[in-house]
């Protein structure tokens, strides 16, 4: 009997071994928004947010599987529940959203600051009336130029990549982009080591921030942000490593 009993007591524990320990899903983006966040050769979520998420999750022993998605993809399926966090996530984001969907935001995790950025020259920078098309990313939001689009200064035109927004700039096909200063700049020195960008003195920078974002858990919300209060030391070094405090 007492042999019959070890046997179940080992297939019960290794049933348990065996089976994962469920993961809350974290759905990020695919974008290469280095060094606030990315995905390296192996497609694995990498950068400042990463960081952050991971001592999160080892501080508040809660699992996180993170599920990167094109921006569209990620929105659809945040609102229809198939994931239960998103970053990043602003309220300025949410204007498309039914008045039914009520989204938690978390406080701050990484500011940011956007501008509408154009190659660097000897010559005078490009005027403002010449500025016909400026390239943004699908499925981005473009809060610091939502005026001057809305009063058909120039048109815009949407990439799935950062990197083709970078060719499109260098071949004049836009003549400026929508974007993070510091961001675009480490693409460009990779991709185009002679150019380099600046932001056009006519359109003042947006600084907002990026926030972690739920609709069916709020009480993991406020987890979160008494997380970001406890932890403020370690996370404003994780920052101040990629360069952003």
Request: net charge positive; no cysteine.
């Amino acid at each position: 009997m007492r042999l019959i009993q070890r046997i179940l007591v080992s297939i019960s524990f290794a049933i348990t071994m065996s089976t994962p320990v469920h993961a809350l899903t974290l759905g990020v983006e695919v974008t290469n928004y280095a060094p606030y966040f990315y995905l390296n050769d192996e497609q694995k979520y990498q950068g400042a947010a990463r960081e952050i998420f991971d001592l999160f999750s080892e501080i508040s022993q809660i699992k996180i599987a993170y599920v990167p998605m094109p921006v569209p993809r990620l929105f659809n399926e945040f609102v229809k529940g198939s994931i239960a966090l998103k970053f990043p996530d602003n309220p300025l984001w949410s204007a498309s959203l039914s008045s039914t969907v009520k989204v938690h935001y978390s406080e701050p995790v990484l500011n940011i600051t956007e501008s509408l950025l154009v190659l660097r020259q000897d010559k005078p920078e490009v005027a403002k009336e010449n500025i016909k098309t400026v390239g943004t990313i699908l499925g981005f939001s473009t809060p610091g130029i939502a005026m001057p689009v809305a009063n058909h200064e120039f048109k815009t035109i949407k990439t799935k990549k950062v990197e083709q927004l970078i060719h499109m700039l260098v071949s004049e096909r836009v003549q400026g982009v929508y974007f993070n200063k510091n961001v675009a700049q480490n693409l460009i020195t990779k991709m185009y080591p002679k150019k380099s960008l600046v932001r056009h003195s006519q359109y003042p920078p947006f600084q907002y921030a990026y926030h972690l974002s739920s609709i069916k858990h709020p009480k993991l919300i406020e987890k979160f942000n008494a997380f970001l209060i406890s932890h403020a030391k370690e996370l404003d070094i994780i920052r101040s490593r990629y360069g952003l405090k």
